[in-house]
Structures are given as C-alpha cells and as structure tokens.
C-alpha cells in the first residue's frame, strides 16, 4: 500500500498534517505482513515510484525506487493539485495498470448537498442551502434570522461568515477572526457589498443557521468518522462531540475547538437515555449519508467525516461531510487508532477484489 500527499524534503521527510498518521499506517500494516511507503504525485513513474518507507534499523523514513504498488490512499491536500492535468494523467495511469485508488478526490460543500438532496428521507436533516448571490442573500434574510455563507472548497472552518439578524441590524462575525469588531448593517444597509469584498472571488454557498444545543455556551457539534471496510459496507469508526473555543463560533478543531465524549454531552442536555438514543440515530445518520455519497460521487470514496449537529429540541441536522477529514481529533496514544484500522482493512479488500 503506498499513500500518495505532498512531502517537504527540506531536511527529514516531513508528510505534513498526516505524518504521524503515516508512521501508524507503517506500524499497522507491518503487523499484517505487507509493505507501505509514502510518495508524491512528481515521483510516480509506470516502472515504480520514488518514495519513503519507514526504515526500522535507522528509524527514519528512507528514500528509495519503490515498485508499484497494489492500492494508493488519496490524501494529497491542495484541491488546485487535483484539478490538474499532472493528476488526470496520474489517475488514467493507474487505470491502465490496474492500481486500485480510493479517496478519489476532495467533494466539495455544494456537490454533496446536491448528492444529499436527491434523498427524500435526507431532506428534512438538511438546513436550506443555495449558491450565495446578491439575490439568495435578500431571499435568505427575509426567512431566517442567522445565515451562514461558506466557501464551497473551504475546509476546516476557515472564511466562514456568520450573518445574526435582530431589531433591524445584521451582525456580521467571521471564522477565522472571531474577535474582530464589524459594525452591524442596516437591514437595506451594504451588507452584500461588504460581504463581497470577504468573499472575494471564491463560489459559496449560502446557509439556513440552526439554533444547535450548546456545551456550557460554546457551539457544539458531532463529527462521526465513516469507513468502508473490506466488503465495501460502511461503518461508523469513531464520533466525537466537538465543542468550539470561547468567542468562536465554529467548532472544528484547526479553529481551536475541544473534543468531548459524545455521551457525556448528550447525557448532560438530554439525560442518559435520551443520549444513548440520540447517539443511536446520529449513527444511523451518518451511514445512510456515507452510502449515498459514495453512491453518487465519482471515483472511489471509503472515508467520510460527518458533521451532524442537534438543535435545542432534539432533531439532528446534517452539517456537512468531508471526503478528506482530519486525522487529529482521534487521541493517538501507543496504539493504532480504530481509523487507522478501517483503513488498512479496506485496503486488504481491494485487494482481494
């Protein structure tokens, strides 16, 4: 198995945000006997691959001409990358080498509501959403009191805008810059002019708020990890409650947030029962969203992070998904992580495909 990212070869190999991820990839699939190296998309050629493995005599990870492998793990970060022609010619590459490739590329916000709303049962889980304009702005404030304008390719909380409307004045607050003082508009006032300058040229979406049950005043959300195993069924691997820091209101970890037991911040809201049923229906939730993503979505999808939120009276509400989630919310400790295990397990059964 080999895992295909951008690598900083300026001094030791560093494989960035899933560095340690990749030394726990090595560790795990070692066990079972196989073989995994690192590489970047620059260093692939059709006789074999120039990339790392993890060398156990010197404990480093050790450049070499590395052969083919059998299957390559998507986590390359710059969405720009895989729009590229290099990554195209890649990807048709592999397809005449018979390589099996999963986590085929990122999707973005817009594609997966679009995936999520030719679901008639997902509907209702699903806050209203359009693609931002002048127009859907004006047509969003007259029903909602709290909006929330996303980058369609954002990730991580960042460049998010959050629009609270009350006694005339729309209060606008941003992700990234909690803090900074914006003064409230006028209901007729220049608010989409001001908000085309913050999005600058970027396609967003537009966003129904959802007043969602909070953890000691800080926004609180639910991140259920999915992954396809090695019959190709999805299962839930990991949730976690994610509470945001104080003055943000996101809750994504890069932005400062803290990760709680699920059943302890339901139990708190709602009594122990309540949280056992609500964590039952998050589950349930979130595997019919994996199935009909990767239903829908081109190329092979088989690891999902879903946000699901639940508001102040109980219902839940899909938040978004990401094909590439994070890697640092699960706590790491000495052993391999249950993530870490669904993906080699998946990796084993393309293989045996």
Not at 186 to 210: F, N, P, T, Y
Not at 284 to 310: P, Q, V
Request: with cysteine; charged share 25%; aromatic share 10%.
């Amino acid at each position: 198995m080999a895992l295909l990212t951008e690598i900083n070869e300026d001094g030791r190999p560093n494989f960035g945000k899933v560095h340690s991820f990749c030394e726990e990839l090595h560790q795990g699939i070692s066990d079972l006997g196989g073989s995994f190296y690192v590489f970047s998309l620059k260093s692939f050629s059709e006789k074999g691959v120039e990339g790392f493995f993890y060398n156990q005599d010197t404990e480093e990870w050790t450049k070499d001409f590395l052969p083919l492998p059998d299957v390559i793990y998507n986590r390359i970060s710059s969405r720009r990358t895989e729009f590229s022609k290099r990554f195209i010619d890649f990807l048709n590459k592999l397809d005449r080498l018979g390589i099996k490739f999963f986590n085929h590329r990122f999707l973005s916000k817009w594609e997966i509501h679009e995936f999520l709303m030719m679901e008639e049962h997902l509907r209702s889980f699903l806050p209203e959403t359009h693609l931002y304009s002048d127009s859907a702005l004006e047509k969003m404030l007259e029903q909602y009191d709290e909006l929330y304008i996303k980058p369609v390719h954002g990730s991580q909380g960042r460049n998010i805008i959050q629009l609270t409307q009350s006694d005339g004045l729309i209060k606008v607050s941003l992700s990234s810059l909690p803090a900074k003082i914006i003064p409230p508009f006028q209901q007729d006032g220049g608010l989409a002019r001001a908000i085309a300058q913050l999005v600058e040229k970027r396609l967003c979406i537009i966003q129904q708020g959802v007043q969602l049950a909070e953890f000691n005043g800080r926004t609180m959300d639910f991140r259920i990890l999915c992954h396809k195993n090695a019959q190709q069924f999805w299962k839930v691997t990991s949730i976690v409650a994610r509470v945001s820091a104080e003055t943000f209101f996101v809750s994504n970890i890069a932005r400062g947030g803290e990760v709680m037991k699920p059943v302890y911040t339901l139990a708190l809201l709602f009594g122990k029962e309540q949280a056992r049923h609500q964590l039952a229906l998050m589950k349930e939730l979130a595997l019919e969203t994996a199935e009909t993503i990767s239903r829908n979505a081109a190329g092979h999808h088989a690891e999902l992070g879903i946000d699901i939120g639940i508001d102040t009276k109980g219902k839940l509400w899909l938040i978004e998904a990401n094909s590439k989630p994070s890697k640092n919310f699960e706590e790491r400790g000495s052993k391999i992580r249950p993530s870490t295990k669904a993906v080699i397990d998946h990796c084993y059964g393309l293989c045996e495909r």
